[in-house]
């Protein structure tokens, strides 16, 4: 049968896609925790030798591992959304005749079709990762030594107001105590925008897999036009979701379309490729789920 098709199907299938992220983004805001707690002990050992903040360069390798384990764990945890859901339908749903009539098409079985999908979706997932991950750590890091910077520049600015002579180790003591009270809420920060953009991009790769081979060249010319996949947007319709994504909710999109929200494109939530703005993605829980309409198997 086709997928997803009530809009409450949807907001089913995103509700359970959100406590999965729920959990990474737990583990994740962990990893970067230590990160930070590594940093700060740094922090406090460097401004009492030397009176300034270290250079938040140092951690940069480490930033990228957490960065690259991360966005590789939610999309392994959210790879096989469509395809294993093509592969579980029955024998006489279109989408299972079109994959058997493709596979004869070009000369293998429906297994190993599937096969070459999830091998092609793993390279392209693999590829976003290299370059999602180089992004933001460049990105992070900038952050972090804006971060390291300003905790110094501010407990030297409050050790001057109290009209003390500070000494570096009270300097550091300060710069320590400040940076790790901004650290914790930029930990979970980046666990919520690193898990939603893995888990969302491994739909989408899998989406465009899927439109890829059904529109190639062996589908073409035998004349073989694969169903429909519609893409859902959902929210979890609490008091958390922002205006503009409330107004989202339900929106549709086809294989090769994208979703409008603040007037931005996107291609599933948490997408930035398209220039949307980190207002429009940064702690967004929403989803992208898919919804099957069948098409006359050939033309």
Known sequence: MPFNETIEEAEAQGATDLLKKLRLEEIATQEHRELFEAMAEDLLAFVSATGRPPSAQMYSDDLRGLLSQQSRRAMSSFRGTLLDEIEEQEEDDDVIVWL??????????????LGMMRSQAAVAASEAVRLRVDRDTRLITNTNQAELDKAV???AIALAVDGQGATNPELAALATGLFLDRAVGRAGTIAATTTQWAAEEAKEIELRTFNDTAKGFPALAAGI?????????????????????EEAHGQV???????????????VPGDTTLGATAENVINCRCGAVF?????????
């Open 100 to 113: 058997f009539s493709l596979a004869e098409a070009m000369g293998t079985t429906a297994p190993g079709l």
């Open 153 to 155: 520049r501010d407990a």
């Open 225 to 245: 036009i694969a169903p429909e996949i519609e893409v859902v947007w959902v929210t979890m319709e609490d008091d958390l979701v922002r205006a503009a994504h």
């Open 253 to 267: 999109r086809g294989q090769d379309g994208v979703f409008i929200v603040m007037n931005q494109a996107l291609r």
């Open 291 to 299: 919804r099957m309409r069948a098409l006359p198997l050939a033309a």
